[in-house]
């Protein structure tokens, strides 16, 4: 059910950012070995590899619909895409990369006749010490039938909230609100049934990155979240909380 071809890990792998890539990968590999876990590297699309083809002839500042040379559609206002919180203009371009790696996987999942479900980790997630790679498949195990997606692990943007939870299921999951769900994508779990729905969806609306993409489209989704936490997210952008790592016991050290 749960094996080394439907586990991934998204990351880029380019010469552009070699010594970034060959550390975060190092860390993520180190402690997926540490805790007997098999998995496969995903790379990652880098924003300055895409390439926007226009299927209409809308002006700039107008929503327009897309291409990537992949093939796979999608909406996008040129000028929120050079509108960024910082001075780069390519930022924009690198949110989108992020989501349509995620979006890839989910296109890979729908061709993969060996597998049901894909479970994606992000290259800088940090593992519990707690992690138990035959916990997390006896937890798999009980997911039920109709989930689309599930969370397993808080990030930075998307803390596991009370508001998120709507009801228990089982000992393992609770059935997410759609309207107040999460959406951190450092640790989750897709079904073929979510990625059709996700993928879709016409003309969809790719201004962000992956975990604001799922956030926007939630709602069509039957959303689960895991009792149990089996690592943290984007912990470097916490500015490194000690807090975080003492609480969910993360494998991390606090200098």
Known sequence: MINKNNIFCVSLNNKKNEH??????????KQANDFGMEFSFFDAIYGDDIKLYNDNN??????????????????YKPTELITSQCSNPRL?????????SHLSLYEQLLFDDDNKFYLIFEDDFIF????????????IK????????????PSHCSPFNAY??????????YKMNKNNGISGTSMYLITKSGAEKLLNID?????????????????????YCSHNIY???????????????????????VN
């Open 20 to 29: 970034r890539v060959l550390n975060t990968r190092e860390k993520f590999n």
């Open 58 to 75: 809308r002006q700039n500042d107008k929503e327009t619909m897309g291409r990537t040379s992949c093939g796979i559609k999608f909406k």
């Open 92 to 100: 924009g371009f690198y949110y989108i990369g992020c989501a349509l």
């Open 128 to 139: 519990s010490k707690n992690f138990n790679y035959q916990n997390l498949f006896s937890d």
């Open 142 to 153: 009980n997911l039920p039938e109709d989930a689309d997606i599930c969370f397993f692990a």
């Open 164 to 173: 998120s939870k709507e009801k228990d299921v089982n000992d393992c999951f």
């Open 203 to 223: 003309g969809m609306n790719v201004n962000f990155n992956s975990d604001e993409l799922l956030s926007k489209y939630f709602h069509i989704l039957n959303g």
């Open 231 to 253: 690592g943290f997210g984007h912990l470097e952008r916490m500015n490194f909380d000690k807090n975080i790592v003492t609480r969910l016991n993360l494998n991390y050290e």
